[in-house]
């Protein structure tokens, strides 16, 4: 028998070991984002027609009704957000994303929640379980591009949360994730 190699690992090893596997696929993410807004048809906001900001609305949707994988979606808000006003497609892409992480909140409340449990989902449920804290906790998670709100979402759900703080709240904070993406995208693109 082989012994496993992470017991001779020094606290520092042991430290890069946890953070390295989060960072490599952030940034497979990243690039996979990237890539998919280059291949992107340039013309894709004219095939999409009469939906434009239904359009941000039904993409950010879908996306986020994906529990726990993430969808490359930023680009095509990114797209949108050329061709039509960019804070339209904030907030109907911030409507959608409310929208679509309600699955993770019933998944929750139907009591099928399948998070292991880990120090960040006990932190999650403790602060959940406060409405205050709760509503800070939705905002401030669903706010950073980030795949840790499937966990709140999923939990605000399992400890019966009052659906109204949960999209109100997810909303708020996705107003400011859909406000990064769409303008920050437009920074990049104009120094192209």
């Given at each position: ?16 070991q ?12 990243l ?20 939906l ?35 804070w339209g ?15 993770a ?7 099928r ?16 379980q ?16 980030n ?16 659906l ?13 994730r ?13 120094l192209?």
């Open positions: 028998m082989t012994k496993p190699a992470s017991s001779s690992a020094t606290p520092a090893q042991a430290a890069w946890r953070w390295a596997r989060p960072i490599v696929i952030g940034g497979l993410v690039l996979l984002n990237v890539l998919i807004y280059i291949w992107l048809p340039p013309n894709l906001v004219e095939r999409l027609g009469a434009s900001y239904a359009g941000a609305f039904i993409v950010a949707a879908i996306a986020n009704a994906s529990v726990i994988v993430p969808v490359p979606y930023f680009p095509v808000l990114i797209r949108l957000g050329q061709v039509f006003d960019p497609v904030v907030l109907m892409a911030a409507a959608g994303s409310a929208l679509g992480e309600s699955v909140f019933f998944v929750g409340r139907a009591g929640s399948t998070v292991a449990e880990t120090r960040f989902y006990r932190w999650v449920q403790t602060q959940l406060h409405p205050w804290r709760a509503a800070l906790v939705l905002f401030a998670l669903s706010a950073p591009p795949p840790a709100f499937d966990v709140a979402g999923l939990l605000a759900g399992a400890l019966g949360l009052p109204w703080l949960f999209l109100v709240s997810v909303f708020l904070g996705r107003i400011i859909m406000a990064l993406v769409v303008f920050l995208g437009l920074g990049i693109t104009e192209w």
